[in-house]
């Protein structure tokens, strides 16, 4: 397999990676003021319970990530996309994709695990950007909520419904959440910019196969069907973890 080459000025990634800006500064400006009026986050350097959770991305986000690490990151990143890809053919429902993604895919492997670090913090995806949690990190932890007894389970909810800015249900905060939808529409419109098509899937999936010259060839040409032969001809391929639109 060939790398995809790494221009300096990207059309695609680039106003990715300005909307990335822009939602760090008004991410910033809420919590500043969100947390003057008493409310708490509680994600921070070290916390890492949700980073077992499957996300999606767009192919512009991907190809950023796919440009920052190599070695033996890349190889592990594949080797999680296809642990993810096993998980997808065999789970009964999306219930059971998401539990056992958590208790067996596992771990991000850009995770270092002894300090709780993202090791590539600053090319991270949206959703590992915008997901916030307003209770300690126990509660993000896989299990949890499978433990809880259904007293625990009314009490959760109470809580979560006196807690500002939760959605009333759960207890990630909602409003850090709704401020980077730009940061998909960024991603939306410069795909269909510059390759008449979008790219939409598994975030570890689509980080191997933006490293692929031979998928990204036919991406640029717009070409869907023979960007999802190269897909498949890798094993890489699924329509849950893949759409090519």
């Not at 307003?134 to 625990?152: D, I, K, L, Q, V």
């Given at each position: ?18 909307a ?11 919590q500043?003021?969100?947390t ?26 991907a ?32 219930a ?60 959760y ?5 006196r ?54 060839a ?10 999802w ?17």
């Amino acid at each position: 397999m060939t790398r995809a080459s790494s221009p300096p000025t990207d059309p695609v990634t680039a106003p990715v990676q300005r909307a990335y800006d822009r939602y760090g500064r008004q991410a910033d400006k809420w919590q500043a003021g969100y947390t003057a009026r008493g409310g708490k986050v509680f994600c921070g350097a070290g916390c890492f319970q949700c980073c077992n959770m499957p996300i999606r991305v767009s192919l512009a986000e991907a190809l950023i990530t796919a440009r920052a690490i190599g070695g033996a990151q890349a190889e592990a990143v594949e080797a999680h996309a296809r642990a993810a890809l096993q998980n997808a053919r065999t789970a009964k429902d999306d219930a059971q994709y998401v539990q056992r993604h958590r208790q067996e895919v596992g771990f991000c492997p850009l995770l270092d695990r002894e300090t709780g670090a993202c090791t590539q913090y600053e090319a991270r995806p949206t959703r590992c950007r915008d997901t916030f949690s307003a209770f300690p990190a126990h509660y993000c932890a896989e299990g949890t909520w499978e433990a809880m007894s259904n007293r625990e389970k009314r009490e959760y909810h109470r809580e979560v419904a006196r807690t500002p800015g939760t959605d009333g249900e759960w207890h990630f905060i909602a409003p850090l959440e709704h401020l980077s939808e730009p940061v998909w529409v960024a991603a939306s419109k410069s795909m269909q910019a510059q390759w008449g098509l979008e790219v939409w899937g598994d975030f570890w999936l689509l980080t191997t196969l933006a490293a692929d010259a031979g998928f990204m060839a036919r991406v640029e040409r717009s070409d869907a069907r023979g960007a999802w032969q190269v897909a498949s001809g890798r094993g890489l391929a699924h329509r849950e973890l893949l759409q090519i639109e």
